[in-house]
């Protein structure tokens, strides 16, 4: 049995395109869940030293970092991904670096502007939205300053971290997309903490590992596209901007509702409730690792089988990687619903009581929409049609609005679960029934129609 099994195996991986994304998307899951392991080891650190109330500040900081952030790259770190995919596909490398120089210099001045703007910003931030009469709130000012520096650092980071991811180097870019700051972070906490408990060296650890993760990403990038002065320019910024900022729109729309519950939570509950939502919704991002990884490399996949009119490519591009995601990604899932208390519990006390696993569960939900609807907003991206993501990301980020402010100030952490489950269906079901009535692509995967499939070949064989 096992050697039929393992012969199967070894025949289906002879398929060209499915050995690429399962070898590519294997190598990219596994270096995954070591930066999840930097990032649990981060949290734990905090948690179970410093309390859910010093989490919730950190990754309210956080959240203010990832929005600007994600606006300061201007969407032109989505745009550098397809771009180079497609000309180092023609083997035009001459044009890779010119992009490349083209969306650093598009980038720079607006990141150095952001940065300097929510350093001076701070003060108004904190007396405005997270100011506590009470005085047991602390003053966010000074954590939100930290967190500007890297503002700069974590927008040139992006963008040549999707160049590296559009030259298919995975495992480089998911190294340092997902492990080398939070390794770099952990490093310096350790360190930190033999001489200090002040809770600013967990801001300056992260500030510091975006850092190590620029410059890491400028050596992989000149490794693998030596820099060359470029003389007579075959491309323009105009050429650039009208892929990226559509882009821009809809994974900045698509970051600020995933972060809404947080910003908006943290304005009507205590820190330590704040940090508790935050907990849950990290530990089910975790069985997102297999999805992210085959996403790497279908979008460059998606993007080259576009650039070149090659609609099989990409229907059967499609179609393994929305099963290879249903199938890696669901079984963690089904082990956050079987054992809520036991996985929340390492977190602390503080994260295992009743109202934090009937969180956990309802985040939950939305993640197993977003496993079965497949990689459909990388599918509009890479294929020309980011427009559609744009507006199926408004749409989404009105409705995430609208449900917290109604939800969270009587609902609290269950009201900002809620909301953000609801939000992330919303964009995922809407892309996905565009993408099947408009290119006649079924993304929505069925396993069980697979598992029939399996049990009719069985049949037939026995009897035969």
């Known amino acids: 049995m096992i050697k039929k099994i393992r012969r199967k195996i070894n025949q289906r991986l002879k398929d060209k395109d499915l050995s690429e994304i399962v070898k590519k998307s294997a190598s990219g899951f596994f270096i995954s869940i070591l930066g999840r392991n930097f990032g649990f080891a981060q949290q734990l650190v905090i948690t179970n030293f410093y309390g859910a109330a010093a989490f919730g500040v950190f990754r309210v900081c956080f959240s203010i970092l990832s929005l600007v952030g994600i606006f300061g790259r201007f969407g032109v770190d989505m745009a550098i991904s397809r771009f180079v995919a497609q000309y180092r596909k023609q083997d035009r490398m ?122 890491l990403g400028v050596y992989y990038w000149l490794k693998f596209v030596p820099y060359k002065k470029v003389e007579e320019p075959e491309l323009s910024r105009k050429e650039l901007l009208k892929v990226s900022l559509p882009m821009l729109s809809a994974k900045y729309l698509t ?19 704040v940090g508790v939502f935050n907990a849950a919704a990290r530990m089910s991002a975790f069985a997102t690792m297999p999805l ?28 393994l990687s929305t099963r290879l995601i249903f199938w890696t990604a669901m079984p963690i899932m089904l082990l956050f619903y079987l054992f809520p208390e036991q996985i929340l519990g390492i977190y602390g006390k503080e994260f295992k009581t009743s109202d934090a696993i009937l969180t956990f569960a309802v985040i939950n939900a939305g993640q197993v929409i977003n496993f079965m609807t497949g990689p459909v907003t990388q599918l509009l991206n ?83």
């Open 94 to 215: 001459d044009l890779v670096n010119e992009i490349f120089q083209i969306g650093l210099k598009m980038v720079f001045p607006l990141a150095v502007a952001l940065t300097a703007g929510i350093y001076f910003l701070a003060p108004w931030l904190s007396e405005k939205f997270y100011n506590d009469p009470n005085g047991e709130v602390p003053d966010f000012t000074p954590y939100i300053q930290i967190f500007s520096i890297g503002i700069i650092f974590f927008v040139l980071s992006g963008v040549i971290e999707e160049g590296i991811r559009g030259l298919k180097k995975i495992k480089e870019y998911t190294w340092i997309n997902n492990v080398s700051t939070q390794a770099f972070s952990i490093i310096i906490l350790l360190l930190a903490f033999t001489f200090t408990t002040n809770m600013y060296i967990v801001n300056v650890s992260y500030v510091l590992g975006l850092i190590f993760t620029f410059i």
């Open 255 to 273: 970051t600020l509702y995933t972060w809404l519950g947080t910003l908006i939570l943290a304005a009507y509950v205590a820190p330590d409730e």
């Open 292 to 319: 992210i990884a085959v996403n790497n490399i279908s979008g460059p996949r998606f993007a080259e089988a576009y650039g070149e009119s090659d609609e099989r490519s990409l229907r059967k591009t499609v179609r």
């Open 382 to 464: 890479m294929t020309g049609r980011q427009l559609v993501t744009q507006r199926y990301a408004i749409i989404t980020t009105f409705t995430s609005i609208g449900l917290s402010l109604l939800l969270i100030p009587t609902m609290g952490m269950l009201g900002a679960a809620l909301a953000t489950a609801v939000a992330r269906t919303v964009l995922n079901l809407g892309c996905a029934l565009h993408i099947y009535f408009t290119m006649k692509i079924v993304t929505i995967y069925n396993p069980i129609t697979d598992l029939y499939g399996v049990l009719q070949r069985y049949r037939n064989k026995r009897s035969q």
